[in-house]
């Protein structure tokens, strides 16, 4: 098979879906009837870029202040695609909301329905482009690949689409994501100010549904002396409407218990995952949850809600709390600090889960959705 993947967000830094792209595409290379052909935006490749577009982060600002801008670039890009293919294609798979027009058969996947629930946290252009576009693309589809059963069902219902339109393939977790030995990352923690196991981590973009404003008020609850001893690190490139919890973030850090270490290469954000107290993550919706797998995978238990995907992904392994509690995260943040029968409990549980994700497996389900939407 023959198959054209949309890898355009490849060129941004590398976050859920862009994490998704490159794990799929590795793990497809293991598919023996499976042939990549990659959409760069620009042209065609074979193989994935090392590295994000250079000035990517810079540019998109400024890009969404321009009128007709998401219009321009998908038309654009649409040239492109035609226009570049040097083979025949026998599917194509959009990885990322809405597709590009083809004539043949298309898959898509759909990670989320962030723009129906939460609006405020999407640029309004792109907003626009959304609404516009992806009830086509869904319709364009013959299958829906989604990373959860909890989207799969939701998008079901808000398209009314036949659920056999919906193929569940969930995401793994890659191989730097592991428990690892104090000395083998007590470098990097020297560099961040923190020792092993004495530091609650934050791992999202900053932006008002990612919560991250829960954190803030829970933490500062602990007493003086554990918030020197466990300060919490968040780790995220700024979003949309950051501005959101700049009052409470600029305090929590003039105190000197919280350091924003803004967006940081993949394996730094491994090691740090591997030697966390716990990763808290207050997500109000989340179509899947990666950074709640690869903690788990490292060794390192989780408090999250109770909302969306999420306890797909974590299941009995989880530390549950709602997103408008900062007492319950306050209370099970001290629970991971002075029970260390209970820490060792999630730790263990939260291994035995991650063991049940893999991106193999993801690949296997997405080659085999591939097959039935030719008609295989």
């Known amino acids: 098979m023959r198959i054209a993947l949309n890898a355009r967000i490849l060129q941004a830094p590398r976050t859920g879906i862009g994490h998704y792209v490159a794990e799929l595409v590795n793990a497809l290379a293991g598919e023996p009837d499976v042939e990549l052909s990659l959409f760069h935006g620009w042209g065609w490749s074979s193989s ?23 219009q321009a670039r998908r038309w654009l890009a649409q040239k492109r695609f035609d226009q570049g293919r040097t083979q ?59 990373d959860s059963q909890y989207i799969a069902d939701e998008a079901q219902a808000c398209f009314a689409l036949p659920a056999e339109r919906f193929v569940v393939a969930p995401l793994g977790v890659a ?15 020297k560099a961040h100010g923190v020792e092993m196991r004495d530091y609650f981590l934050c791992v999202g973009t900053l932006e008002p549904r990612k919560n991250l404003t829960l954190a803030l008020r829970a933490h500062a609850q602990l007493p003086e002396a554990l ?38 290469p993949d394996e730094q954000v491994a090691q740090l995952l591997a030697g966390a107290r716990a990763l808290i993550f207050p997500s109000r919706y989340e ?43 306050r209370d099970a943040m001290r629970r991971l600090i002075d029970d260390q029968t209970h820490w060792q409990a999630c730790r263990k549980a939260g291994l035995q889960q991650a063991r049940l994700f893999s991106w193999e497996r993801c690949a296997k389900i997405t080659a085999r959705a591939y097959r039935q939407a030719m008609g295989g």
């Open 175 to 189: 191989a730097r994501f592991h428990p690892r030995e104090p000395e083998a990352i007590d470098a990097m923690l």
């Open 287 to 329: 179509g899947f949850g990666l950074p709640v797998l690869e903690a788990m995978a490292s060794g390192t238990p989780v408090i999250l809600t109770r909302r969306s995907a999420m306890p797909e992904v974590a299941g009995v392994a989880g530390n549950y709390i709602e997103p408008d509690d900062p007492d319950g995260l």
């Open 88 to 146: 025949a294609i026998d599917l194509y798979h959009e990885p990322s909301l809405w597709p590009l027009s083809f004539d043949g058969p298309t898959v898509i996947t759909l990670h989320d329905l962030t723009h129906l629930h939460y609006p405020e946290t999407q640029p309004p252009a792109r907003l626009r482009e959304i609404e516009r576009r992806l009830a086509d693309g869904v319709q364009q589809a013959q299958l829906i690949l989604t």
């Open 227 to 264: 918030r020197q001893r466990f300060p919490l690190l968040i780790v995220g490139m700024a979003g949309w409407q950051r501005e959101h919890f700049n009052d409470e973030l600029h305090q929590a850090l003039a105190n000197g218990h919280v350091c924003l270490l803004g967006y940081l």
């Open 48 to 70: 994935l870029p090392e590295a994000a577009m250079p000035g990517y982060s810079r540019l998109t600002p400024l890009l969404r202040q321009i009128p007709g801008a998401y």
